[in-house]
């Protein structure tokens, strides 16, 4: 959701003429962009010489594309896990800012560690002269909080400060948390960013220090050169396609996952084309603005009113981010016209293999949480009802690792209903069933057909569509050939195999014998799915004179190795393999007693009644009449 102030909202909903001006920003990462970085810190090195580190923490992790925004993955080291920091991963919420895991070589996201009670202080060197008016880093806080950094460039102090977010009074939704930005403006380098990007400077290394943390160590997730470029002057279109829900067409209403996208474009009249494609073999000039996959796109729009906290030359304004979206494709036209597609923070997530995981008896959100956290994303959040009854917790759930985490996350969404979109924030948002439908929750606005006061009308049409969706049942088929053809019609369906047996009562059964109790049978006939197994699935029904008895488990027996037996109730063939291991080995030490669970009686509507097991019993129930012939 935009976020705004009372007084823009009240221009919005108050004025018949409003002034607004559209903008944008390209954000270039210049570790993605330029190769054979040289990077050198500190490694820990064990007293053998060991570098036990190095593979679980390496340095290089820091320049990799597609870094955490902030905090909150905290990998477990000896004497560095708090008491208490550990919470339940299959709980729908996680009431910590950040989640502990066991790091390994194999995991997906990495970050870099420093000697315990160490400073930080480390160097980027590149292998020719990049642009910057904007440096990001990063630190893991689940580790420490240094109490001061300083950033240089080509040897120089750029500007040093401390990191006023301690993690005892981080914010639970700061999905910035640690994060040290210093913009130039033009004359210094300054943590306040400017209302408009400044010409970069050139630099070909930069360093970053941060003080020691007594018997600590220091996280860097991420330390990053950016040039940031207004590319405002030259849009000739701006469109965003936000989808948050599903369509008219689809039976449900929620479980769809969507991502926005944004077609941007741009002119470049120039003889020389000042808007023109990267690579990597290019020297940078800060006259050009390059096209590349995956730079960032930052777009924006300016209302303008009386009042508001930024000022530009047509007056004072305040900004409204559009999200952040990711550069995938563009197309230059023969007369200088650029056409962008970009998506959101869904791109990154849909150019990622989902590593191998696998949760048992997790909740939904926590598979979420833990797939994301698996490959370093941290901008997201699940949004729950205060008494939270709709995501599902299977028994078993893993992973396809030939699939993305996008298309993982898409079924789970849909299998637990649950909505995901990223917001203009640049979150992923998940909302559950019981949030969307919470009645309770305060509207963030209102829609009227007619004017409220001063608040006029902000309706301009509506359709309604009807559609019965209750009781709608989608069947998915494939059509099958019919024609002459084919030499041979097909059914249009066919059913599976099935069973049926025949069983003898072995034991009365009384009206009284409810749910609970059981039934005694055996076999008067075989079929050849397996040899002595009459009743092909665990649960079902039974058929006994003209009453209908639903079961739910037959009833086993196994000998222990004491030669004791123990009976036990199988529900599917898991329990039977369980309790085959359970058994000492021998065809005679295990097998079925002839019992089967009775659920129900009477079902569907049929009579609960007597049944007798002998033909003497059957007998003995009738009552006897002397009749006299006269």
Not at 435 to 462: E, P
Not at 494 to 508: E, F, P, R, T, V
Not at 511 to 531: H, M, R, W
Request: glycine residues 6%.
């Amino acid at each position: 959701m935009i976020s705004s102030s009372t007084n823009a909202k009240t221009i919005l909903e108050n004025s018949t003429n409003i002034s607004t001006k559209i903008g944008c920003t390209f954000e270039y990462n210049m570790n993605t962009l330029v190769d054979n970085i040289t990077i050198s810190g500190t490694d820990i090195v064990a007293e053998n010489g060991a570098k036990p580190f190095k593979k679980l923490f390496p340095a290089d992790a820091i320049i990799k594309s597609n870094r955490p925004l902030g905090a909150g993955i905290k990998y477990a080291i000896t004497g560095d896990v708090a008491t208490n920091s550990y919470r339940n991963p299959k709980s729908i919420t996680y009431p910590m800012t950040f989640r502990t895991y066991y790091p390994g070589v194999d995991t997906t996201y990495k970050y870099y560690l420093t000697a315990k009670s160490t400073a930080a202080d480390i160097t980027l060197t590149y292998p020719k002269t990049i642009l910057t008016n904007k440096i990001i880093a990063r630190f893991e806080l689940s580790h420490s909080t240094p109490s001061t950094w300083t950033i240089y460039g080509n040897g120089t102090q750029l500007a040093t400060g401390s990191i006023t977010e301690t993690f005892a009074t981080l914010p639970a939704k700061n999905y910035n948390a640690g994060t040290v930005t210093i913009h130039y403006n033009g004359t210094s380098w300054t943590t306040t960013e400017p209302s408009t990007p400044s010409a970069p400077v050139s630099l070909t290394s930069i360093r970053l220090t941060a003080s020691a943390v007594a018997d600590k160590y220091i996280g860097i997730i991420e330390f990053s050169p950016r040039w940031v470029v207004d590319v405002s002057d030259r849009i000739s279109l701006l469109g965003i396609s936000k989808e948050s829900s599903t369509g008219a067409d689809d039976i449900l209403p929620i479980g769809k996952v969507s991502a926005n996208s944004l077609s941007l474009g741009l002119i470049s009249y120039e003889d020389s084309r000042t808007v023109q494609s990267f690579d990597k073999t290019f020297t940078f000039d800060a006259s050009k603005i390059y096209l590349y996959k995956q730079i960032q796109i930052k777009p924006y729009v300016k209302l303008y009113f009386t009042g508001a906290a930024l000022t530009d030359s047509n007056g004072q304004y305040e900004k409204f981010n559009q999200g952040v979206f990711y550069c995938d494709s563009w197309s230059t036209g023969e007369y200088g016209d650029i056409d962008i597609t970009a998506l959101d923070s869904a791109k990154l997530l849909q150019d990622t293999l989902c590593p191998s995981l696998i949760c048992e008896e997790y909740s939904v959100p926590g598979i979420l949480r833990r797939i994301l956290d698996s490959i370093g994303f941290t901008n997201y959040n699940v949004n729950t009802a205060a008494a939270e009854s709709s995501p599902l917790s299977p028994k078993f759930w893993w992973s396809d690792d030939s699939k993305t985490v996008w298309q993982a996350i898409q079924e789970l969404c849909r299998d637990a209903q649950i909505t995901a979109v990223v917001d203009e924030n640049n979150v992923l948002q998940f909302y559950t069933r019981d949030y969307l439908f919470n009645t309770s929750r305060t509207a963030d606005w209102s829609f009227r057909l007619n004017a409220n006061g001063s608040a006029l009308s902000n309706i301009m049409s509506l359709s309604k569509t009807d559609l019965a969706s209750a009781n709608q049942i989608k069947i998915l088929w494939n059509s099958v050939t019919t024609n002459e053809y084919a030499g041979q019609a097909q059914p249009l369906w066919q059913g599976g195999k099935g069973w049926m047996a025949a069983l003898s009562l072995d034991q009365n059964l009384y009206t009284s014998d409810l749910v609970g109790a059981f039934i005694k049978l055996s076999s008067i006939t075989t079929n050849d799915y397996e040899a002595g197994k009459v009743i092909d699935e665990y649960s079902g029904y039974l058929v006994i004179d003209s009453e209908i008895i639903e079961y739910d488990g037959i009833e086993y027996f196994y000998k222990t190795a004491d030669g004791s037996t123990v009976n036990v109730i199988v529900e599917n063939n898991a329990d039977v393999l369980k309790f085959l291991g359970l058994g000492v080995v021998g065809s005679d030490k295990t097998g079925r007693t002839g019992r089967v669970r009775i659920k129900t009686r009477g079902a569907f509507g049929t009579t609960i009644a007597n049944h007798y097991a002998a033909a003497q019993d059957i007998v003995d129930s009738w009552s006897g009449y002397e009749v006299s012939w006269v």
